[in-house]
């Protein structure tokens, strides 16, 4: 049975579980890791399930920060770098992915607490997950604060992308779910997909 | 094998393929119906997959608008009305959802079209999707037109949720998964998912 759960029901639900209702509610989202490297060199990695594309030409996407303590190194390596690289994430090491989201001592990498390698493909500034199979780097391009909830909406866009030739169709579609590629829904669920459909580019239904 | 595919191959691939690489390389997407009513009673449906999360505590949440013409009556209405309702689709009505996207007649509703039936629940400004059985009516909050590629990100703000009561869980949580609901990738690829594992809240690993 479905019942509406009107405004007042949502503001009047205990806080953890307005998050984690609100949260799933949104549907499956795509979860990476985000390899940033400080100014003085301490490399830092932490899983974001925000990423949303904004368009191929040229390749840019956006990438919601919250404003909790876990996420600030990530943010800050972002702005006073200006690189970044995101990873996806396989069921291998998802316990590990997840657990970048922990509060380590400060001097302490996510790599090292984890037990990821970092990488430094094409001499890039980021650090790049060795165990991530489709990973790509990152420049810094906007800032947008939503001073609606202090959020913080980062613009990146691609410069270069790894991934095995054998995932990419004809069409250039990468084929994620080939290669095992992890979803999310709410805030600690971790999924793999099935394939059931690809419709053709749609035109009118004739009645 | 990988191979680092670079920025300046990335901006010499056909633009087609250049879309569908781009497109599918971020990851798994939630892949919603925007329902809206003009203020002239004509009811458009369009799906949407760049519906992003931003906050539980008000629930607001991102959606990105392409400057495309399939898409222009969804952001009129949504500005000019103010609401809007988002739908999570399931695999019973999958490719009548993905058809929606087509150019009909500007006074052919996509409901019609499709076969999907609207409702007006609460008597809500905004048509919902009968054949979902996720949905939730929102209002429109902000707009922020994107310079750097000519997108805009609608910022909403949920009003009320229906859910089946049996989808819940005691934290809250809403197994999306259980009631079928898709997931999509690149621009025409459609999935189901499979629960592979839930994380408690992350500590620090024990070296």
Same mark, same amino acid.
Request: net charge negative; aromatic share 10%; with cysteine.
């Given at each position: 049975?479905?019942?509406? $759960?009107?405004?007042?029901? $949502? ?11 609100? *949260? ?8 990476l ?7 003085? &060199?301490?490399?830092? !990695? ?8 904004? &368009?191929? *030409? ?14 600030? @190194?990530? !943010?800050?390596?972002?702005?006073? +770098?200006?690189?970044? +690289?995101?990873?996806? $994430? ?17 001097? #302490? ?11 430094? !493909? ?7 997950v ?13 800032? @947008?604060?939503?001073?609606?909830? &202090? ?6 866009? #691609? ?14 579609? #990468?084929? !994620? ?13 971790? @999924? ?11 035109k009118? $239904?004739?009645?």
């Amino acid at each position: 049975m479905s019942t509406i $759960i009107n405004r007042q029901q $949502i503001d009047e639900m205990e806080q953890r579980y307005r998050a984690s209702f609100i *949260n799933s509610l949104g549907g499956f989202k795509s979860t990476l890791l985000v390899g940033t490297r400080s100014a003085s &060199g301490q490399e830092n !990695l932490a899983i974001f399930s925000s990423f949303f594309h904004l &368009g191929a *030409n040229p390749p840019l996407f956006g990438l919601v920060v919250r404003p909790d303590v876990s996420r600030r @190194h990530t !943010l800050e390596n972002i702005i006073e +770098t200006g690189y970044f +690289t995101l990873n996806q $994430i396989t069921p291998d090491f998802v316990d590990a992915a997840h657990h970048t989201s922990a509060r380590y001592p400060d001097d #302490i990498s996510e790599f090292e607490a984890t037990g990821l390698h970092p990488e430094y !493909l094409e001499n890039f500034q980021a650090p790049s997950v060795v165990e991530s199979v489709v990973k790509w780097g990152c420049a810094f391009r906007e800032r @947008h604060d939503m001073s609606i909830n &202090g959020t913080t909406i980062i613009v990146g866009e #691609i410069l270069w992308v790894v991934v095995p030739n054998e995932l990419i169709g004809e069409d250039g579609f #990468i084929d !994620l779910e080939a290669a095992q590629t992890v979803t999310c829904s709410g805030l600690d669920r971790y @999924h793999t997909t099935k394939h059931i459909t690809r419709l053709p580019y749609a035109k009118p $239904i004739s009645k």
